[in-house]
């Protein structure tokens, strides 16, 4: 089965940053892009960022976190990182990684002013 474990939330000051991780398990990690998607109360959920294979690397982010917003991939840990840097309330949301239609359990968010 494939697993998706979200981790890494928590709540941190406007400027500040942290970084989730995503553990992965019954795919082939290598193999595949992986995303990260986000939620905010009262909005629809919206893709972050993705990463694409290994062979290929490439990286996409939605325009709001362009420029503070690093996705990468740990092949020896099946693990995808999202570093988040100055880190802003719009950001509040939980925070989920994705593989084709499974969805890891979420992690949340909070950025105070």
């Known amino acids: 089965d494939v697993q998706l474990q979200a981790s890494g939330g928590g709540l941190v000051q406007t400027g500040g940053s942290l970084k989730l991780s995503c553990v992965t398990s019954?795919?082939?990690?290598?193999?595949?892009?992986i995303a990260w998607f986000r939620q905010a109360p009262g909005k629809e959920r919206e893709g972050v960022s993705c990463?694409?294979?290994?062979?290929?690397?490439?990286?996409h982010y939605t325009d709001a976190v362009k420029g503070r917003f690093t996705i990468s991939r740990d092949s020896a840990k099946n693990t995808i990182f999202l570093q988040m840097n100055d880190l802003k309330p719009d950001d509040t949301a939980v925070y989920y990684c994705?593989?084709?239609?499974?969805w890891g359990q979420g992690t949340l968010v909070t950025v105070s002013s």
């Open positions: 994705r593989f084709g239609l499974s």
């Open positions: 019954g795919f082939r990690f290598d193999t595949y892009a």
């Open positions: 990463i694409r294979n290994k062979s290929d690397g490439g990286k």
